[in-house]
């Protein structure tokens, strides 16, 4: 009969574990005693007239064990292991870099895709096409609206003619290629699509990015076309139909770049970012699509800004997030449901027209930060890029600084090299914690959707953005060149890339011979189509790329569902 031990005797190992705790708590005594004695030496000090603030709140001098004390080790892991804080590969860098992606496109599809063949010639992995204002916005380039603006901030693309020119001569089933679009970014992925075809490539062997991130576009960068609801329905068609017809491409780059841009602080990037993809989610499941059959294509964009530790510790902060959400609140089973795979770029809002070359520097230190931070896929901004699209001098330096971080650095060697640290650990739980809060406002005031049609998320980054200039014109944030260390600039010293007035006339030239040659019986039956198919709940997919096939313009596949869902008016908030 086994003897019952009673409540008042102690065991070997219960002695060794209070004998354990009581060294610790000594421990935190000593550590408490030792920050005291420091504070009272610190406050004696004299400090610097400047705020020591990240882009929202100020930073404390020093942290310690006790500030990381939040932080479990549960909720740190190993790489590539749930909740993946400190990466999504067990083998991080070591198995596989990230993928240099230089975002690339101006003039004529024929300029750009020279610059791409440039760029894969000097090392880049990747491609990624920058559309012209135009394009972006739905229009052709002979439209009276693209009058002037052709070319000029990226590359036109009207048809499928253009998307043959942009990638000829580079195999597609070879290269993934990553689109920044948005408003009509199904008519350009179906350009794409059928561009392959032309080839002989089937759709399946085609990898790549469709950004497809409608709700940023009303929240900060406003290249939208469509109301809110049709525009989540065509994105929710992308993801229904895409993953069984592409199901390497990624159908959406749930975008905190441009909500950073427009003067969002770190947490609110993090926080309105992964509201959206939540909404995205919710919108495929109310769909009545498993989770686990759209979401291991969802995939997140990142600004990296100036502040080098808490960049690092947003990304760390947003893998545990959405690997918990996922898991928790919308019940994936899959693990690579879980797992947030994100492509970054550094901030363009940080470069400078005065003392261009000081945003070679900038760029190298967001750029160390971004690979810290575990991204899978980079582009380093170029140094002229506030001042014009980028020359290829530019480019080359702004990739080289990719390969030097990763072939010269050590940098790639050791995964998640700052995890551990007092202040990266605090740096993230914080994050994590105030990303929370704005989930439980966003939902107090009935979603994202409610947020935007109200203003509410637009007016936080406004709050924001002003506040961030007011420390910039006040000097209590130091930006080099502008605001400090000011220098004489009698006349700029680098060269510019100059779009050729002859690119606008070229390209509607070539759209007048396309739109001659094309079979227009069959142009008009597939655009008839698609507007009848727009009045149903049918997945339209199928038509626009039916369209895309009969060399249907951006423009008229554009217009064939405006007629069915209008055009979306921003209302005035503020």
Same mark, same amino acid.
């Given at each position: 009969?086994?003897?019952?031990?009673?409540?008042?005797?102690?065991?070997?190992?219960?002695?060794?574990?209070? /004998?354990?705790?009581?060294?610790?708590?000594?421990?935190?005594?000593?550590?408490?005693?030792?920050?005291?004695?420091?504070?009272?030496?610190?406050?004696?000090?004299?400090?610097?007239?400047?705020? &020591?603030?990240?882009?929202?709140?100020?930073?404390?001098?020093?942290?310690?064990?006790?500030?990381?004390?939040?932080?479990?080790?549960?909720?740190?892991?190993?790489? @590539?292991?749930?909740?993946?804080?400190?990466?999504?590969?067990?083998?991080?860098?070591?198995?596989?870099?990230?993928?240099?992606?230089?975002?690339?496109?101006?003039?004529?599809?024929?300029?750009?895709?020279?610059?791409?063949?440039?760029?894969?010639?000097?090392?880049?992995?990747?491609?990624?096409?920058?559309?012209?204002?135009? %394009?972006?916005?739905?229009?052709?380039?002979?439209?009276?609206?693209?009058?002037?603006?052709?070319?000029?901030?990226?590359?036109?693309?009207?048809?499928?003619?253009?998307?043959?020119?942009? &990638?000829? @001569?580079?195999?597609?089933?070879?290269?993934? %290629?990553?689109?920044?679009?948005?408003?009509?970014?199904?008519? $350009?992925?179906?350009?794409?699509?059928?561009?392959?075809?032309?080839? @002989? *490539?089937?759709?399946?062997?085609?990898?790549?990015?469709?950004?497809?991130?409608?709700?940023?576009?009303?929240?900060?960068?406003?290249?939208?076309?469509?109301?809110?609801?049709?525009?989540?329905? $065509?994105?929710?068609?992308? &993801?229904?139909?895409?993953?069984?017809?592409?199901?390497?491409?990624?159908?959406?780059?749930?975008?905190?770049?441009?909500?950073?841009?427009?003067?969002?602080?770190?947490?609110?990037?993090? /926080?309105?970012?992964?509201?959206?993809?939540?909404?995205?989610?919710?919108?495929?499941?109310?769909?009545?699509?498993?989770?686990?059959? &759209?979401?291991?294509?969802?995939?997140?964009?990142?600004?990296?800004?100036?502040?080098?530790?808490?960049?690092?510790?947003?990304?760390?902060?947003?893998?545990?997030?959405?690997?918990?959400?996922?898991?928790?609140?919308?019940?994936?089973?899959?693990?690579?449901?879980?797992?947030?795979?994100?492509?970054?770029?550094?901030?363009?809002?940080?470069?400078?027209?005065?003392?261009?070359?000081?945003?070679? *520097?900038?760029?190298?230190?967001?750029?160390?930060?971004?690979?810290?931070?575990?991204?899978?896929?980079?582009?380093?901004?170029?140094?002229?890029?506030?001042?014009?699209?980028?020359?290829?001098?530019?480019?080359? #330096?702004?990739?080289?600084?990719?390969?030097?971080?990763?072939?010269?650095?050590?940098?790639?060697?050791?995964?998640?090299? $700052?995890?551990?640290?007092?202040?990266?650990?605090?740096?993230?739980?914080?994050?994590?914690?105030?990303?929370?809060?704005?989930?439980?406002? *966003?939902?107090?005031?009935?979603?994202?959707?409610?947020?935007?049609?109200?203003?509410?998320?637009?007016?936080?980054?406004?709050?924001?953005?002003?506040?961030?200039?007011?420390?910039?014109?006040?000097?209590?944030?130091?930006?080099?060149?502008?605001?400090?260390?000011?220098?004489?600039?009698?006349?700029?010293? *680098?060269?510019?890339?100059?779009?050729?007035?002859?690119?606008?006339?070229?390209?509607?030239?070539?759209?007048?011979?396309?739109?001659?040659?094309?079979?227009?019986?069959?142009?008009?039956?597939?655009?008839?189509?698609?507007?009848?198919?727009?009045?149903?709940?049918?997945?339209?997919?199928?038509?626009?790329?039916?369209?895309?096939?009969?060399?249907?313009?951006?423009?008229?596949?554009?217009?064939?569902?405006?007629? #069915?869902?209008? /055009?979306?008016?921003?209302?005035?908030?503020?």
């Amino acid at each position: 009969m086994t003897k019952l031990k009673s409540p008042g005797s102690k065991t070997a190992a219960d002695s060794e574990l209070i /004998a354990t705790i009581e060294e610790q708590s000594a421990e935190l005594r000593l550590l408490r005693k030792e920050v005291a004695e420091w504070k009272k030496k610190y406050e004696k000090g004299e400090l610097r007239d400047i705020a &020591f603030t990240n882009s929202e709140k100020e930073v404390q001098p020093i942290y310690t064990p006790l500030d990381a004390a939040e932080t479990d080790a549960e909720a740190l892991g190993m790489p @590539g292991f749930f909740p993946y804080t400190r990466g999504i590969h067990p083998t991080g860098y070591r198995g596989r870099l990230w993928t240099m992606r230089q975002f690339a496109g101006f003039g004529s599809a024929q300029d750009t895709n020279e610059r791409y063949k440039f760029l894969l010639a000097h090392g880049q992995t990747g491609l990624s096409v920058a559309f012209d204002f135009p %394009t972006l916005m739905g229009y052709d380039s002979d439209h009276p609206r693209s009058e002037g603006e052709v070319g000029k901030c990226g590359v036109a693309i009207s048809s499928l003619a253009d998307m043959e020119r942009l &990638f000829d @001569g580079i195999p597609l089933d070879k290269v993934s %290629t990553s689109m920044t679009i948005n408003g009509p970014a199904v008519i $350009l992925y179906c350009f794409y699509i059928a561009a392959a075809e032309k080839h @002989g *490539i089937d759709p399946k062997d085609l990898r790549g990015t469709i950004q497809n991130d409608i709700l940023k576009e009303y929240m900060a960068q406003h290249a939208w076309v469509y109301p809110i609801e049709p525009a989540l329905r $065509l994105i929710i068609d992308c &993801f229904e139909w895409s993953a069984k017809h592409v199901p390497q491409w990624n159908t959406i780059s749930i975008s905190g770049y441009h909500i950073r841009e427009a003067g969002a602080t770190a947490a609110q990037e993090l /926080a309105f970012t992964l509201a959206d993809g939540f909404t995205y989610v919710e919108r495929g499941i109310a769909r009545g699509l498993d989770v686990d059959t &759209f979401a291991p294509r969802l995939s997140f964009f990142w600004d990296i800004h100036n502040d080098f530790f808490e960049e690092i510790a947003k990304l760390r902060a947003a893998r545990r997030i959405w690997a918990r959400h996922m898991k928790e609140r919308y019940g994936a089973k899959d693990p690579r449901s879980l797992v947030m795979r994100f492509h970054s770029q550094t901030a363009g809002v940080t470069l400078t027209a005065q003392q261009p070359m000081n945003n070679v *520097i900038r760029v190298a230190y967001q750029a160390m930060a971004a690979v810290l931070g575990g991204t899978q896929s980079l582009h380093t901004n170029s140094m002229d890029e506030t001042l014009a699209l980028p020359t290829e001098e530019s480019v080359q #330096v702004a990739l080289r600084t990719q390969q030097v971080l990763a072939y010269e650095t050590g940098v790639p060697n050791v995964i998640d090299p $700052l995890g551990g640290s007092y202040y990266v650990e605090t740096l993230t739980t914080e994050l994590e914690r105030e990303a929370e809060m704005y989930f439980r406002q *966003i939902e107090e005031i009935g979603g994202v959707v409610r947020g935007l049609e109200t203003g509410w998320l637009q007016r936080k980054i406004s709050e924001s953005a002003a506040r961030q200039q007011w420390e910039v014109e006040q000097h209590r944030r130091v930006i080099v060149g502008v605001n400090d260390f000011v220098t004489d600039e009698p006349e700029l010293k *680098i060269e510019l890339l100059k779009i050729a007035e002859a690119t606008e006339r070229d390209q509607r030239q070539r759209m007048t011979k396309m739109r001659a040659a094309r079979d227009n019986d069959l142009v008009e039956k597939r655009l008839t189509a698609l507007h009848e198919a727009a009045k149903t709940s049918q997945n339209l997919m199928p038509f626009i790329l039916d369209c895309a096939r009969a060399y249907c313009t951006l423009y008229e596949i554009r217009a064939a569902m405006e007629a #069915v869902f209008g /055009a979306y008016r921003e209302p005035v908030f503020f």
